[in-house]
């Protein structure tokens, strides 16, 4: 499983989900990060992608976000993406919250 969270600099969550400069992606399994990346917006990119602004989220499976638009809303759950809303700024702290609120039977040692 791989979730986002929009950011200006990798530490904190974007204010805005699609103002944002780009996402950090982690990959989860058995309940626990095991890589993470930084994702920029390119222009470029979003010009040549058939996923357009969404194109560094293909692989994922969530977001989390501290605010998000009707439109990128509705885009991503045409998308199938989950979409966790959060009052968390600090990225740490809100991939632990969301790690904890985790299912159990996930969460295998």
Not at 18 to 35: D, N, P, Y
Not at 41 to 70: R, T
Request: net charge neutral.
């Amino acid at each position: 499983m791989k979730v986002a969270i929009p950011t200006d600099n990798g530490q904190v969550i974007g204010k805005k989900f699609k103002g944002s400069r780009g996402f950090l992606v982690a990959t989860i399994e058995s309940g626990k990060i095991i890589h993470q990346e930084l994702r920029w917006n390119l222009l470029s990119e979003m010009i040549i992608s058939e996923h357009g602004s969404l194109y560094n989220l293909c692989d994922c499976d969530a977001v989390i976000v501290n605010e998000i638009g009707q439109c990128q809303c509705q885009r991503l759950k045409a998308e199938k993406k989950d979409i966790i809303q959060t009052v968390e700024t600090d990225i740490p702290k809100a991939f632990i919250k969301y790690l904890d609120s985790l299912p159990i039977f996930l969460k295998i040692n």
